[in-house]
T-cell receptor
Framework: EAQVTQNPRYLITVTGKKLTVTCSQNMNHEYMSWYRQDPGLGLRQIYYSMNVEVTDKGDVPEGYKVSRKEKRNFPLILESPSPNQTSLYFC????????????FGSGTQLSVL | GQNIDQPTEMTATEGAIVQINCTYQTSGFNGLFWYQQHAGEAPTFLSYNVLDGLEEKGRFSSFLSRSKGYSYLLLKELQMKDSASYLCAVRDKGTYKYIFGTGTRLKVLA
């Protein structure tokens, strides 16, 4: 089944403790991206990647890192999480079909205490 | 600047037709997308427009006017399961960044 797999689904952590949210897609998509969703603000793009070893900042990259060493994986790294990074995170991928429609993972609800 | 506007909430009756509007301002345009998002779930793709005009897909249609920076999503024969948020998004030409509106929460009443 074609899908984007994100883990974990829920995560509670404390300020300053490094964490990684994993994202993997099995559709051989070149484009992958990360978003955070906050009430009243909608989905905001954090980082995106056009292909392996090619990454670019979205609208809200501060406090986040990404890497794209393999085509299928695009992890999101928070080196030193802070409470303002408490949010719902989505990973998405696109293969160019239908103009580049995005396939989303099921989301990660992160709480930073 | 880049900005997308859509109404925050709409209410409609089962069986009716509803139109959700979206206006946008972007530095470059490479397509407009509509996604549906049920509470607690991920967004799912509904439609895509890159040229002016109407795209119809079953009960859902989407319209685009690039000169006016305007799109709408039309939902016909509303069903209870259509209660969800509808997200308008524009892809920026050149950067391939996606800019999303804040979403329109649609409530369908029996």
């Amino acid at each position: 089944e074609a899908q984007v797999t994100q883990n974990p689904r829920y995560l509670i952590t404390v300020t300053g403790k490094k964490l990684t949210v994993t994202c993997s897609q099995n559709m051989n998509h070149e484009y992958m991206s990360w978003y955070r969703q906050d009430p009243g603000l909608g989905l905001r793009q954090i980082y995106y990647s056009m292909n392996v070893e090619v990454t670019d900042k979205g609208d809200v990259p501060e406090g986040y890192k990404v890497s794209r060493k393999e085509k299928r994986n695009f992890p999101l790294i928070l080196e030193s999480p802070s409470p303002n990074q408490t949010s719902l995170y989505f990973c998405a991928s696109s293969g160019g079909g239908a103009g580049g429609k995005l396939f989303f993972g099921s989301g990660t609800q992160l709480s930073v205490l | 600047g880049q900005n997308i506007d859509q109404p925050t909430e709409m209410t409609a009756t089962e069986g009716a037709i509803v139109q959700i509007n979206c206006t946008y301002q972007t530095s470059g345009f490479n397509g407009l997308f509509w996604y549906q998002q049920h509470a607690g779930e991920a967004p799912t793709f509904l439609s895509y427009n890159v040229l002016d005009g109407l795209e119809e897909k079953g009960r859902f249609s989407s319209f685009l006017s690039r000169s006016k920076g305007y799109s709408y999503l039309l939902l016909k024969e509303l069903q209870m399961k259509d209660s969800a948020s509808y997200l308008c998004a524009v892809r920026d030409k050149g950067t391939y960044k996606y800019i999303f509106g804040t979403g329109t929460r649609l409530k369908v009443l029996a």
